[in-house]
C-alpha cells in the first residue's frame, strides 16, 4: 500500500479542521451526539479530499543520452570564433 504524500495529508488535515469549524458553527448543536457525528462527517470528507488529490505521476527513466550535456548550438559556436575568422574558413577547419 502506498504512503500518502505530503499533500494528501495537508488536505486532508485542513479539510477535516475547517469543515468540522464550519459544520459546528452552522448547525449550533450543543449535544454530543450531533458533535459526534459531525466529527465524523468531517473525518469522512478529510479522508474523501486526501484520496482524491492527484498522486505524482512516475519518473520517466534517465537514459544515458539524457544525462549528457545537451549539444552547443551553432549561434553559440560562432560566437567562439576567433575575431577576424570567418564562418567559412572555421568550417573549412573543422572538415579538415
Same mark, same amino acid.
Given at each position: 500500500?502506498?504512503?500518502?504524500?505530503? @499533500? %494528501?495529508?495537508v488536505?486532508?488535515s485542513? /479539510?477535516v479542521v475547517? $469543515? /468540522?469549524? @464550519?459544520? *459546528?458553527?452552522? $448547525? %449550533? /448543536?450543543?449535544?454530543?451526539?450531533g458533535?459526534?457525528?459531525?466529527?465524523?462527517?468531517?473525518?469522512a470528507?478529510g479522508? *474523501?479530499?486526501?484520496? /482524491?488529490?492527484? *498522486?505524482p505521476?512516475?519518473?520517466p +527513466?534517465?537514459?544515458?543520452? +539524457?544525462? %549528457?550535456a545537451? @549539444?552547443?548550438?551553432?549561434?553559440? @559556436?560562432?560566437?567562439?570564433?576567433?575575431v577576424?575568422?570567418?564562418?567559412?574558413?572555421?568550417?573549412?577547419?573543422? +572538415?579538415?
Open positions: 500500500m502506498p504512503r500518502p504524500t505530503v @499533500a %494528501q495529508l488536505y486532508g485542513c /479539510t475547517l $469543515s /468540522t469549524v @464550519a459544520m *459546528l458553527a452552522l $448547525s %449550533q /448543536t450543543e449535544s454530543g451526539l458533535v459526534a457525528v459531525i466529527a465524523l462527517a468531517a473525518l470528507l479522508l *474523501l479530499v486526501a484520496m /482524491t488529490v492527484p *498522486l505521476g512516475p519518473r +527513466a534517465r537514459s544515458a543520452a +539524457a544525462g %549528457q545537451p @549539444a552547443e548550438p551553432a549561434r553559440l @559556436a560562432e560566437r567562439r570564433r576567433p577576424g575568422a570567418s564562418a567559412e574558413s572555421v568550417r573549412g577547419r573543422a +572538415a579538415s
